[in-house]
C-alpha cells in the first residue's frame, strides 16, 4: 500500500535522491524554503511539494497542516535538511552558527513535534532522522557542525524511548561522506572521490519504510568502503574519533551504587563455627562455650573403654609371662634346700633344662607321650626308688605325663 512521506530538504542532494527512489510506489511530498527549485524538482520527480521555512513553527505547521489536509495523512517523516560549517569557534560568524543550528537541530525537532500529533492519532508511523557520522565522533574544528548533530543523536534515542508504546518508529541514520553539494554551498572544497553516491543511501531508506511492521531499525551507519576517517576531513584536520557506540549514548536510568554494607559478615555467629575474620574478637567469646561442650561427651565416654582392656589383660599378656618363667635359670635352684645329695643333685640340672625343651618340639605329639607310660604302668613300683636314694629315680620323673601335662 503506498504510503504518504514527506521529505525535509528533498529539493537537492541527498532529499532528492531519496524523493527519486520512493516516488514511484509512493507519495512523496517534499520541503523546502525555496519555492521556485521546489516546483522544478517535484516536477522532474513527479511528486507532491510543499514550501516552509524551517526556522519558524508556524511555517513548519502550516506546511504540515496542508499536506494532512490534502493527503489525509502522513505515514513517514524523513528529517534530511541540513547546512555545513566548520573551522575554529573563533572563526565561526555568529549568524552561520545560528543557522546551522536552526537548521539541523531545531528545525528537525520543531518539524517532528508538528508531524507526531498525526502519527500518534493513527497508532503508527516511521521518523528517519538524518543524521551523519558526524553524530558519532569528534573532529578537530568541526565543533559548531559537530554540536548541530549530536544533538539529533540524542533527540533520536529518546524519541525511541518515547514512541515505542505508541507503535511510532524512530530510526537514525549515520551516512558517511556523501557525493552532493553540501561543501559547494559552504565554499569548502573537498575530496569526493571515495564519497558515498546518495542513491546507495536512497536504496537503504526505500528498505527501511517497507520492513515487517513488528520490525525495524533503531540506527544504521552506511559509508563507502574505501572511505576512511581522515579523507573526511581538511588536509591538515587530525580526527579524534572517539569510537562511541549510540546505544551508549542513552542515559543510564540505573547507576551502580557501592553498599558495602551486605558485604559485611552477620553479627550473630553460627555455633560451633570459629570466625577468624580481622577485627571479629568481640564474636570469640560466644563460640567457646560451645567448644567446652565438645569435649565433655569423650570424657564420659573415657570410663567406658578402660573397663574393657581390664579382661584382655588376663587373656594375651599372662600367657607370655607364664612361658619365660619354666625357661628361667631359677629352676636349678630348687635342689638346693636338699642338702643331702650334694653330687647327684647337680647332675638332673642339665636334664631339667631339657624339659622346656622337649614340650616345645613334642607339643603336637602330646598323644602319644602318654601312650607309651600306660603299658609301663609297672613302672609306678619306681617310685619307692627315690626313697632307696637312688639317683637315677629322677630320670623317670621327666617322663611322667602328669608332670608333662603340669608344664603345659
Known amino acids: 500500500m503506498p504510503k504518504v512521506v514527506l521529505i525535509s530538504g528533498g529539493s537537492d542532494g541527498l532529499g532528492k535522491a531519496i524523493a527519486q527512489k520512493l516516488s514511484p510506489d509512493n507519495q512523496v511530498v517534499i520541503l523546502a524554503h525555496n519555492l521556485t527549485k521546489l516546483k522544478a524538482t517535484a516536477e522532474e520527480l513527479g511528486c507532491d511539494y510543499v514550501e516552509a521555512e524551517l526556522t519558524d513553527f508556524n511555517s513548519i505547521q502550516s506546511a504540515v497542516d496542508q499536506v494532512i489536509a490534502k493527503h ?19 572563526e565561526n560568524d555568529p549568524e552561520k552558527i545560528k ?45 559548531v557542525y559537530h554540536a548541530s548533530k549530536w544533538a539529533i543523536t540524542g533527540f533520536t534515542k529518546c524519541l525511541q524511548e518515547d514512541l515505542s508504546q505508541e507503535n511510532i518508529k524512530v530510526t537514525g541514520v549515520y551516512p ?46 552506511i559509508k563507502n568502503i574505501l572511505n576512511t576517517s ?10 579524534i574519533d572517539l569510537n562511541i557506540d549510540p546505544n551508549m549514548i ?12 551486605p558485604a559485611v559478615p552477620p553479627t550473630t555467629p553460627t555455633p560451633g563455627i570459629i570466625d577468624i575474620t580481622p577485627g571479629a574478637d568481640s564474636q570469640a567469646p560466644t563460640p567457646a562455650p560451645t567448644e567446652t561442650q565438645i569435649p565433655e561427651t569423650p570424657v564420659t565416654d573415657i570410663p567406658a573403654p578402660s573397663e574393657a582392656p581390664a579382661s ?7 600367657i607370655p609371662d607364664a612361658l619365660p618363667q619354666p625357661e628361667t635359670p631359677e629352676l636349678p635352684d630348687l635342689p638346693a634346700p636338699s642338702e643331702n645329695t650334694p653330687s647327684e643333685n647337680v647332675t638332673p640340672a642339665p636334664t631339667e633344662t631339657q624339659i622346656p625343651e622337649t614340650p616345645v618340639t613334642d607339643m603336637p605329639a602330646p598323644s602319644e607321650a602318654p601312650a607309651s607310660p600306660s603299658p609301663s604302668t609297672p613302672a609306678a613300683s619306681a617310685i619307692p626308688a627315690p626313697e632307696a636314694s637312688d639317683s637315677p629315680a629322677v630320670n623317670p620323673l621327666v617322663e611322667d605325663p602328669d608332670l608333662v601335662n603340669l608344664i603345659k
Open 72 to 90: 489525509q495523512k502522513i505515514d513517514v517523516l524523513v528529517n534530511n535538511a541540513g547546512t555545513w560549517v566548520d573551522g575554529g569557534l573563533e
Open 250 to 261: 542513552t542515559p543510564q536510568e540505573e547507576s551502580p551504587q557501592f553498599t558495602p554494607s
Open 312 to 318: 584382655p589383660e588376663p587373656e594375651m599378656p599372662s
Open 230 to 239: 581522515n579523507s573526511m576531513d581538511n588536509t591538515s584536520s587530525p580526527v
Open 176 to 221: 558517511g561522506l556523501l557525493n552532493t553539494s553540501l561543501f559547494q554551498k559552504s565554499g569548502v572544497q573537498r575530496d569526493l572521490s571515495n564519497s558515498l553516491d546518495p542513491a546507495e543511501v536512497a536504496s537503504l531508506i526505500d528498505y527501511v519504510i517497507n520492513l515487517n511492521p513488528n520490525t525495524y531499525l533503531p540506527d544504521v551507519g
Open 99 to 143: 543557522e546551522v543550528i536552526d537548521v539541523n537541530t531545531t528545525g528537525t525537532i520543531l518539524l517532528t513535534k508538528a508531524v507526531l500529533p498525526s502519527l500518534k492519532s493513527q497508532k503508527s508511523g516511521l521518523i528517519i532522522n538524518i543524521i551523519s557520522q558526524d553524530g558519532l565522533c569528534a573532529k578537530k574544528n568541526r565543533s
